[in-house]
């Protein structure tokens, strides 16, 4: 019943950008942490960035000036902007959710709960 839906991944250049959206539905978000995290092949899950309740964000520095996350709290949506990407951006990124987690910020894929299905993207070189 409650889900997170991706969309806007694709393929894109060394240097260019995407935008990723994430919609969620069956209940708000609005009090709850929600974060971006990415895995490539062999890899762990790995934060990419998160927002909470009130507009405090995370960033992780392999993306730190280079990708801004975002929040619609009346949508219940969540957007990762991508610019300058590099080809070791190359991963599915998963948008999450934390429910346990009210008025508050985590930073760690086993805290959140709530998680869509991913996007692949994909940077060439």
């Known amino acids: 019943q409650v889900q997170l839906v991706e969309s806007g991944g694709g393929l894109a250049q060394a240097g260019g950008s995407l935008r990723l959206s994430c919609a969620a539905s069956g209940r708000t978000f609005s009090r709850n942490p929600m974060g971006w995290f990415r895995q490539a092949p062999g890899k762990e899950r790995e934060l990419v960035a998160t927002m909470n309740y009130g507009g405090d964000t995370y960033y992780s520095d392999s993306v730190k000036g280079r990708f801004t996350i975002s929040r619609d709290y009346a949508k219940n949506t969540v957007s990762l902007q991508m610019n300058s990407l590099k080809p070791e951006d190359t991963a599915v990124y998963y948008c999450?959710?934390?429910?346990?987690?009210?008025?508050?910020?985590?930073?760690?894929?086993?805290?959140?709960?709530?998680w869509g299905q991913g996007t692949q993207v994909t940077v060439s070189s």
């Open positions: 999450a959710a934390d429910t346990r987690t009210e008025y508050g910020m985590t930073y760690y894929a086993p805290e959140y709960d709530y």
